[in-house]
């Protein structure tokens, strides 16, 4: 289906291998016989968790994020730590990382692919719910503030633009329509 926009890739240069990105430069074959490059980041994958509590308040994050230059307000999430972890424990694991959060009840809401023409990430999105605390545990390069806020907040921020956050805005929603929030 849809063979007539496929590309083949014919070759691949590397340019530049991080810690979190792997930039690299494809030649590929166009539908129409042409040759034409495709440099784009490779990504591990990713997860983000809506959590919320019993009382419909969800776990919100305040947290720099470089490149943009300012602070974000979204849900927890964070990088799977190998291309084949599950992303379920994965999920788990950021939830009580960044919140101390525990849940009972894991609910898988989508993938998102984050920017499909630049990076071929991957965000495994979950609802978080039944959930228990104990203490946070912080990566050492991991600066955060957790704040509660209801579900029907964030949907009006989500609407009005004042949550730019991807992934924050597809889950609220995905999470409020679930819930029949919306």
């Known amino acids: 289906?849809?063979?007539?926009?496929?590309?083949?890739?014919?070759?691949?240069?590397?340019?530049?291998?991080?810690?979190?990105?792997?930039?690299?430069?494809?030649?590929?074959i166009l539908p129409n016989g042409e040759k034409s490059i495709r440099e784009f980041c490779l990504h591990v994958g990713a997860v983000c968790v809506i959590p919320i509590t019993s009382d419909?308040?969800?776990i919100m994050e305040r947290q720099y994020?470089?490149?943009?230059?300012?602070?974000?307000?979204?849900?927890?999430?964070?990088?799977l730590d190998y291309p084949t972890e599950d992303p379920l424990s994965a999920a788990k694991r950021?939830?009580?990382?960044?919140?101390?959060?525990?849940?009972?009840?894991?609910?898988?809401?989508?993938?998102?692919d984050t920017s499909p023409a630049l990076?071929?990430?991957?965000i495994y999105m979950y609802l978080a719910e039944e959930l228990t605390f104990s203490e946070r545990e912080l990566d050492d390069d991991e600066f955060l503030d957790v704040e509660y806020?209801?579900?029907?907040?964030?949907?009006?921020?989500?609407?009005?633009?004042?949550?730019?956050?991807?992934?924050?805005q597809i889950a609220v929603l995905k999470a409020a329509k679930l819930k029949g929030v919306i």
């Open 149 to 168: 806020a209801p579900l029907t907040d964030l949907v009006d921020q989500v609407m009005t633009g004042k949550i730019s956050d991807a992934k924050t």
């Open 1 to 28: 289906m849809y063979e007539n926009l496929l590309e083949q890739k014919v070759s691949r240069k590397e340019i530049y291998d991080g810690k979190v990105l792997h930039v690299v430069c494809d030649t590929v």
């Open 94 to 112: 950021e939830l009580r990382e960044e919140t101390g959060a525990v849940a009972g009840k894991m609910t898988f809401l989508g993938e998102l």
């Open 56 to 58: 419909g308040r969800v």
């Open 65 to 79: 994020r470089y490149p943009h230059g300012r602070v974000f307000y979204e849900i927890p999430a964070g990088k």
């Open 119 to 122: 990076i071929n990430e991957k």
